[in-house]
Antibody, heavy 121, light 107 residues
Framework: EVQLVESGGGLAQPGVSLRLSCAASGFSFSSYGMSWVRQAPGKGLEWVSGITGSGGNTYYADSVEGRFTISRDNSRNTLYLQMNSLRAEDTAVYYC??????????????WGQGTLVTVSS | EIVMTQSPATLSVSPGERATLSCRASQGVRSFLAWYQQKPGQAPRLLIYGPSTRATGIPGRFSGSGSGTEFTLTISSVQSEDFAVYYCQQYSVWPLTFGGGTTVEIK
């Protein structure tokens, strides 16, 4: 069974850093691009960042460019999102999602269950 | 960035009725368009991609059409389990973008 399990969310103060993880199982992790998608409370979906299967190419939404860094460890089947200089507007449920090809520019299936990040003083 | 606009924001339908949801792209995305369903407290679920291919396990009452800038998701006969929020997503270019969503509610 293909499974994605996020972790690392929680309460953080503005300006601090947090790292999210997404543990993947049930498929050949390095063969698929991955993305992070977030959803602020009561709002719609916002794509945050994507990475190719090899990890050689990364992409970001303008709203997080320069503050967030996506990476992956294919030996550990794990995706990461390093979030620095957190702002209140980063408060959201963060989902990891698998693309359908190595390049990552694709539809997403499956999705993890999400991890909540709350940025507040 | 390609802006995806969904309409209507809310669609009220009775069970058994047909529901038609629209998604418009600010520039052409060819056929690189997907649809997702999200229920409260759950992660989104892929319904359709490409933009007319149903994902595994998706009932035949869901269908997608369109290309370029105009796309449609149709539920031929809405069932009780279909009341949810639906999102479109373009994967033609980075950054990937989602529409704002259409809520299908019980009339």
């Amino acid at each position: 069974e293909v499974q994605l399990v996020e972790s690392g969310g929680g309460l953080a103060q503005p300006g601090v850093s947090l790292r999210l993880s997404c543990a993947a199982s049930g498929f050949s992790f390095s063969s698929y691009g991955m993305s992070w998608v977030r959803q602020a409370p009561g709002k719609g979906l916002e794509w945050v960042s994507g990475i190719t299967g090899s990890g050689g190419n990364t992409y970001y939404a303008d709203s997080v460019e320069g503050r967030f860094t996506i990476s992956r460890d294919n030996s550990r089947n794990t995706l990461y999102l390093q979030m620095n200089s957190l702002r209140a507007e980063d408060t959201a449920v963060y989902y990891c999602a698998r693309a359908q090809a190595e390049v990552g520019r694709n539809w997403f299936d499956p999705w993890g269950q999400g991890t909540l990040v709350t940025v507040s003083s | 960035e390609i802006v995806m606009t969904q309409s209507p924001a809310t669609l009220s339908v009775s069970p058994g009725e047909r529901a038609t949801l629209s998604c418009r792209a600010s520039q052409g995305v060819r056929s690189f368009l997907a649809w997702y369903q999200q229920k409260p407290g759950q992660a989104p679920r892929l319904l359709i991609y490409g933009p007319s291919t149903r994902a595994t396990g998706i009932p035949g009452r869901f269908s997608g059409s369109g290309s370029g800038t105009e796309f449609t998701l149709t539920i031929s006969s809405v069932q009780s389990e279909d009341f949810a929020v639906y999102y479109c997503q373009q994967y033609s270019v980075w950054p990937l973008t989602f529409g704002g969503g259409t809520t299908v509610e019980i009339k």
